[in-house]
């Protein structure tokens, strides 16, 4: 079993208050992987700190490794850049950028690669066919992205990473924002996905964390209590809190 | 109770706010029409049986004030006493002779050998004939106050004027909006928010509270007499003594205007650009994207409405500033253009005449009186014309881009 990712002692400090600590979590390639806890445990940070947009962060020191692929981002000098066409990220609320929905495919192929038109237009198709969102915006390339509704708005945002053939897709709470039934697809979208790509998933709810992942982290207060294969962490947790939290005595 | 009294009165100030504006529009519409209708031509018949031709300048309750002919430059008037008229009458073949050196001739009936005899370069108006004659009137008056040539005592068309405000004011956004983006993308994205940051950010903002007089000094003792010197010396040595960038100029006065509106420039482009939401940033960062590509592709097309209003507030600001102006380049005649078909075509050196400066000058020169002042409202008039049709693109520019991003909600 190959890593995409890993982690090893990571943690996070935002003005010398310690917001994760020691996390050492396995992704293994072209699985799901879900990171749960309550509000404010830390999952987003997490996160954020796979693909370092946790920069944007003023004060902020990061601590531990990240390896992408066995490589240590951190130690090998890896460009930000470049760690993020390789790690896609998909965000709580759609943010398609203001612009047509063929620009916003188009977004990170044409800062990467500066395709040719003919390939840019079989990318694009490519990656909104993915999303199975092709038979709903095929007519509709040259609209307003801010045009479709916030369903269709979030699987136009994850063509759009999946456009710049990442390695792995960090999804925070992808459906937070979504009615129920644009969440079901998201769900199919995900499990669908994990054939071609390693995808972790932050999600607030429980439920969708068991349906769609293979491993699920349970993070608490900043650290890792608990990590292991879904089937056996929701049936069988081994510590209080992630019980208490599972069978939603808070949260 | 409070709360009823705290809205009338906050009422009460609106009204006054928006009283006083339609007041003054008013006032510069009706003064500045009226001075391009010539008034009536007088023929009065007085006590003892003299008799008074003249242009009616002013009427009051009590008196009436007469222009009477303008020889080389110089009006004569006469002031009566409505209790010494006997009779009057506005005869329809009263006529205007008018030279292109502003001499005037007045002739109560424009078919007598007397005024047969005047020169046939004179433009003839007729100011009390009705019909077609006095629309033909008021567009050949309309004409003048645009087209006439500029004479060297500063009267005649304001065309020069107008023509050169509108390359002043064009050249001076073309200088303050990169500089004003530059200062305004580094203080939201660039710089740490730190100390000096912040006293940076409230210096350029103080910056606006400087009387504008104090730039134009700034823009003589520095750009025209350090600056303008030493290029003198450098590129324009053979033209020494006399000078060619060491004097006030177009350049000077537009690089003078760019910084007087710089700090409304930076202040307005630097909220529009944090106004872009967060998200925005992020989507493009987490897609690969550099810092620097980011804010190219995605946060200055996004701020684009804000930029423009920052364009918008310039333009306003700028095109009502004289007193700097005064002092790096603005005079009261201008032989030539500070544009032409010649190249270099934007003449950078050339002293250039202000709408502004013209509006000073008519309004305080004691040789029109009355009629020199209804001048200066219809130069007011074109100069707000021109701030309102360059705002206008700009608002509608703004509208169209609004219409575009209105979905981007808060950040």
Known sequence: ?251 | MIGRSLERLAGGALALLLGAFALITAAVVYQGIAALVPPPLLQLQLHGGEQVNGLLLRETETELELLLEVRAAKPSWRRLQRSQIVHRSAPESACLLHASDGRIRLHVDCTTAAAAADPETWTRSYPNAGGTLALQRWWQAARDFLLAPVRPDGQGGIGSALVSTLVLVLLMTVLVVPLGIGVALYLAEYAQDTRLTRALRLTVANLAAVPPVVFGLFGLGLLVHVFGSQLDQWLFAERLPSPTFATGGLLWASLVLALLTLPVVVVACEQGLQRVPMRLREASLALGATRSETVLRVLLPAARPALLTAFILAVARASAEVAPLLLVGAVRYAARLPVSSEAPFVHLERPFMHLGYRVLDLATSSAGGHFALQQAFACALVLLLLVLALNGAAIAARFRLRARYRDLGTP
């Open chain 1, 1 to 251: 079993m190959t890593l995409a990712l890993q982690t090893i002692e990571l943690g996070l400090k935002v003005a010398k208050r310690t917001v994760l600590e020691g996390i050492s979590l396995d992704f293994p390639t072209g699985s799901v992987t879900a990171v749960i806890g309550p509000s404010g445990c830390g999952k987003t940070s997490f996160l954020r700190c796979l693909n370092r947009l946790t920069e944007l962060w003023p004060q902020v020191t990061q601590l531990g490794q990240v390896l992408l692929g066995g490589v240590d981002v951190q130690r090998s000098g890896m460009p930000y850049p470049e760690l993020r066409r390789r790690v896609g990220m998909v965000f709580q609320r759609p943010n398609p950028f203001p612009g047509t929905v063929y620009d916003n495919v188009a977004y990170g192929l044409r800062l990467h690669q500066r395709p040719g038109r003919s390939e840019l237009d079989d990318r694009v198709e490519a990656a909104i066919q993915r999303v199975g969102l092709w038979a709903e915006v095929r007519d509709r390339l040259d609209e307003d992205a801010l045009a479709l509704s916030l369903g269709q708005q979030q699987r136009l945002v994850i063509a759009r990473a999946l456009a710049v053939e990442p390695e792995v897709l960090l999804l925070d709470e992808p459906s937070s924002a979504l009615d129920p039934i644009s969440t079901l697809r998201i769900e199919a979208l995900i499990t669908e996905l994990k054939n071609r790509y390693t995808l972790i998933l932050v999600t607030h709810n429980v439920q969708q964390a068991a349906r769609v992942a293979d491993y699920t982290a349970f993070l608490y207060g900043g650290q890792l209590l608990e990590h292991a294969e879904s089937v056996r962490l929701f049936t069988n947790p081994q510590r209080q809190e992630t019980e208490d939290y599972i069978t939603g005595r808070y949260g």
